[in-house]
């Protein structure tokens, strides 16, 4: 039964196609949308297109970009060409980008391996990894992947198919977060954090 | 700084915009967009412009509706003209239509009166009920504003402004909610169901 016009429902149906938002959250949503001006409702139209035609992966790191050529970070003649970090999605790369302390290139994946979900080494952007890798200008690899049992699995993949190209394979510390409290750190973060104790 | 694409950053702005929307969520719903088919997303674009197109209020009821004539309910043969309930919302209409129980006509006021956010009653659709009530066809005003302070204020103060036209204004009853728990329900719920008790 459809108690509001044609028109609304399908934006509400709309709104409930995104992940996370329920029936009741996308017809809060709808009506929002309905109650700004024209130019409002009109710009986000847009930004939908915009973003959904402009946007494209970097041919180099894989990273979204927009344009063909290649990202402002693969473009920048400031960053460190020898130093590859692998994320495992773009988002990864503003986490670590805000963090200013990286000033190499990244390689995105878009992806973990993942069995459960059918997403196998194929799927992944692992295969312009490696031309990169065996470029010879790489001399380091950083796994960044999630510190759980998909990232982990691979990270281990990954550093095993680089491992002909001889160059340094790393991965982030494990260890407690910064600003945490021991008494709430998990086991398995609080093993690795003395596995990996470092002299000060 | 922006770690993302113009584009994409637009468009997540546009999504922060939203009512309970915050960055990280827009971030997620922008990504999501952005991995689904070309055609997905132009849609979604689509349901937006279409809905800000095509609805506006029923020159009657106030109620949302498709074209410029009267909204279904209005247009309808079947409805009992003689009724009118008052709504804050579209979403009320939409909820006291799937009670199915009600067979009258509307009017949605748009809001309620609220002093602390500057909605006084000619912010509200008031003037129109007015026209309706004064026509003389109609013999009973069912106030369905919320429950809380600023809609028993609103139905107050539009019995008050009905009460010359001799129709019958009644207010929903309150009470304790289907299927709830006495031991649950709050005082002032309690304190109403008891006065409101019947003789069964």
């Not at 930004?47 to 970070?73: F, Y």
């Not at 993942?114 to 490696?130: A, E």
């Not at 198919?161 to 008494?183: C, D, Q, W």
């Amino acid at each position: 039964m459809q108690y509001f016009p044609p028109a609304l429902e399908q934006l509400v149906e709309q709104f409930a196609k995104l992940p996370g938002v329920g029936v009741k959250s996308a017809q809060r949503l709808a009506f929002y949308l309905l109650a700004q001006p024209e130019e409002e409702a009109a710009q986000f139209a847009q930004a939908i297109l915009a973003a959904k035609k402009s946007i494209h992966c970097c041919p180099l790191c894989q990273n979204l970009t927009e344009g063909d050529g290649p990202c402002p970070i693969c473009a920048s003649a400031r960053r460190d060409g020898s130093t590859i970090c692998v994320v495992a999605d773009p988002k990864d790369v503003a986490a670590l980008e805000r963090s200013r302390e990286y000033n190499g290139l990244y390689h995105v994946l878009h992806g973990v391996i993942s069995p459960m979900n059918h997403v196998g080494p194929d799927d992944l952007h692992i295969k312009s990894l490696v031309e990169r890798v065996s470029g010879g200008t790489v001399s380091e690899v950083i796994m960044a992947t999630n510190p759980d049992t998909e990232g982990e699995t691979t990270a281990m993949y990954l550093s095993r198919l680089l491992r002909p190209f001889s160059v340094k394979i790393t991965r982030l510390a494990y260890g407690i977060p910064v600003g945490s409290h021991l008494e709430y750190a998990d086991d398995a973060t609080l093993m690795r954090a003395l596995e990996g104790r470092q002299e000060i």
